[in-house]
């Protein structure tokens, strides 16, 4: 057997995993061994002379009191970055992701209130022209499906605000080194049909000039979203392989220099096991780092049918769960939801559990997918189909819910 009394004092811990090693054993008794454990994916162990036992049971007991006092501190102010990498770390038992999701939301109600804005949502606004797509995508794997046209995003428009919901999204496909004049087209032509007592978010694609955001802002465009999902740059490289983050990265700024609201999104599941955490964590305070930044939703992988990565499993919603509930302890102060994949498995907590608010769906519209049996989603989700179109109405459940779950709705 090697010598290794070098390993916990001089050897880099990041390159631990370089080293390929089946073990470890530690001539010391180091705090936090089963902390390694989880961060080197191998088995840590230790050989002292000095008694081990109770060891786990005292290491156990210093992480729920170091626990504790992270939550505690995290209800008075946002958490570091050291913290939010001990959250994730320290939480994946269920007791301990409880107390995470308790803590989120102590600070939700606390800084955000316990108010929920209905809104709305119409996709497939613009196409997608990134080659190829995203390996993970869901939308646009259907030869031959068009865009929404603009009368057929009016009639969506009319159909929202008919419902009292004031505040949408606009939300398409990427097109890189476009200057927006086709999403600026959109939003005139809502001006131009006279609904003008209404709040729009844009969310589409990674480019547009100065010049259209500032006219977007004229037009009650109060955000606009350069979604990164992963700010990792080999994994975005991995997954979204027709797209550019530097070009993402500059639109973020591009759009706080224009005053507007900026919103981003993170997908949950995409990191390897190995730097997820750090991923999420470095993503967060990458973010925190943009002036306007107003809204983040938190997506959660799931292997949809006919995406290229459909053999990766699914994103728990409890890790999706925890991302939202770090998020809020990181960031008080602005939006935090879920978005696509939430609903797609089962069990674990809803977003609004883990801390995620102040916005709920209540109507989305999209250009009726090709391969689903309209008739039977009609009558068994919920769904209407018309003119091309599909209209998904959940007022009323939602409102059901959020007031079960005490909140106040609001239009
Ligand atoms: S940019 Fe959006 S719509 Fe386009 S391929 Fe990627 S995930 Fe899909």
Not at 305 to 312: A, F, M, Q, V, Y
Request: glycine content about 10%.
């Amino acid at each position: 057997m090697p010598e290794t009394n070098v390993f916990f004092k001089g050897v880099d811990s990041e390159a631990i995993p370089d080293l390929a090693l089946d073990y470890i054993i530690s001539m010391s008794k180091p705090p936090h061994l089963s902390e390694y454990t989880d961060q080197l994916g191998i088995p840590v162990v230790s050989v002292s002379k000095d008694a081990l036992d109770g060891y786990a049971e005292e290491e156990e007991r210093k992480m729920d009191d170091e626990l504790i006092q992270v939550l505690e501190r995290a209800k008075e102010r946002p958490i570091g970055r050291e913290e939010a990498l001990f959250l994730f770390r320290h939480t994946e038992g269920d007791e301990e992701a409880a107390a995470l999701f308790a803590a989120a939301r102590a600070v939700r109600d606390k800084v955000k209130g316990r108010r929920i804005r209905m809104t709305g949502g119409i996709a497939s606004v613009l196409r997608c022209d990134l080659k190829p797509n995203c390996i993970y995508c869901p939308y646009w794997r259907e030869l031959g499906k068009d865009p929404l046209s603009i009368d057929e995003i009016l009639k969506a428009v009319e159909y929202i605000t008919s419902h009292g919901i004031r505040d949408f999204h606009l939300s398409g496909g990427t097109t890189l080194g476009s200057d927006g004049a086709d999403i600026l087209a959109i939003v005139r032509a809502i001006d131009k049909a006279g609904f003008h007592d209404v709040e729009i978010d844009v969310n589409c694609g990674a480019a547009m000039s100065l010049d259209t955001l500032l006219e977007l802002k004229e037009l009650r465009v109060k955000m606009v979203r350069s979604v990164f999902e992963t700010l990792n740059p080999k994994v975005f490289a991995r997954m979204k392989p027709g797209d550019s983050l530097e070009a993402k990265k500059r639109f973020a700024q591009d759009i706080c220099d224009a005053g507007i609201g900026f919103g981003t999104g993170i997908l949950a599941g995409l990191s390897p096991q190995e730097t997820k955490y750090e991923d999420y964590v470095d993503f967060l305070f990458q973010i925190k780092g943009y002036p306007r930044l107003k809204s983040l939703y938190v997506s959660k992988f799931y292997p949809f049918n006919g995406i290229l990565l459909k053999d990766r499993p699914a994103c728990s919603a409890r890790e999706a769960g925890r991302v939202v509930a770090v998020a809020r302890l990181v960031l008080p102060e602005i939006d935090i939801g879920g978005a696509q994949g939430w609903w797609a498995t089962k069990g674990g907590p809803t977003s609004l559990e883990a801390g995620g608010g102040n916005s709920a769906l209540g109507i989305h519209i999209d250009r009726t997918p090709g391969y689903i049996d309209t008739e039977k989603a009609a009558r068994e989700e919920g769904f209407e189909y018309r003119d091309g179109m599909e209209f998904r109405n959940t007022i009323a459940q939602v409102e059901q819910y959020y007031k079960e779950q005490g909140m106040e709705i609001y239009y």
